[in-house]
T-cell receptor
């Protein structure tokens, strides 16, 4: 499994853009980078997944440099409801369990 | 709504007792995963079943067991319960294809008193 490093916590204010960087130095050639979001007392929810360059959906953008040793989850104009834990994962292969680290706790204030 | 259904939502029981948590995966998903989340341990992978067979084991105690039935629903059995087993238990399901996301249920909150 790729070793994942991401900040334990981040603080932001409403309306700001938040960038959470994840390091995965030993990512394998076929690995994808996946991000999940978890609100208190709820199950994690898939946000976005990418292999290289940039991926964007209605929730976030994911930036992956050419060496793929890191990735950045970008949340545009956060609101109070974006307060959650964000997990960066690099699942090894199809059908294997997702192993969650401690994630990044994002706190958004008004 | 993720499509994964867990019952019950809440469970309060005494130490030494046995409980069963139930999970119905999304339609078409063959893999079911169980996770335990307590305040001090984060989200811990317990066990995975695929199409009725155990596929992977994580940090699951011997007092815990699980199975997946022919209709693909799964049950997690917790016995000889201790105070430290109090936690949120999540079930997730996925298709067994590369890079497909896992869908989590809303969890069962177990309180052991």
């Amino acid at each position: 499994l790729a070793k994942i490093t991401q900040p334990i916590s981040m603080d932001s204010y409403e309306g700001q853009e938040v960038n959470i960087t994840c390091s995965h130095n030993n990512i394998a050639t076929n690995d994808y980078i996946t991000w999940y979001q978890q609100f208190p007392s709820q199950g994690p929810r898939f946000i976005i997944q990418g292999y290289k360059t940039k991926v964007t959906n209605e929730v976030a953008s994911l930036f992956i440099p050419a060496d793929r040793k890191s990735s950045t989850l970008s949340l545009p104009r956060v609101s109070l409801s974006d307060t959650a834990v964000y997990y960066c994962l690099v699942p090894r292969r199809a059908g294997t369990a997702l192993i969650f680290g401690k994630g990044t706790t994002l706190s958004v204030s008004s | 709504d993720s499509g994964v259904t867990q019952t019950p939502k809440h469970l309060i029981t005494a130490t030494g007792q046995r409980v069963t948590l139930r999970c119905s995966p999304r339609s078409g998903d063959l893999s079911v995963y169980w996770y335990q989340q307590s305040l001090d341990q984060g989200l811990q992978f317990l066990i995975q079943y695929y199409n009725g067979e155990e596929r992977a084991k994580g940090n699951i105690l011997e007092r815990f067991s699980a199975q997946q039935f022919p209709d693909l629903h799964s049950e997690l059995n917790l016995s000889s319960l201790e105070l430290g087993d109090s936690a949120l238990y999540f079930c997730a399901s996925s298709q067994d294809r590369a890079n497909t996301e896992a869908f989590f249920g809303q969890g069962t909150r177990l309180t052991v008193v």
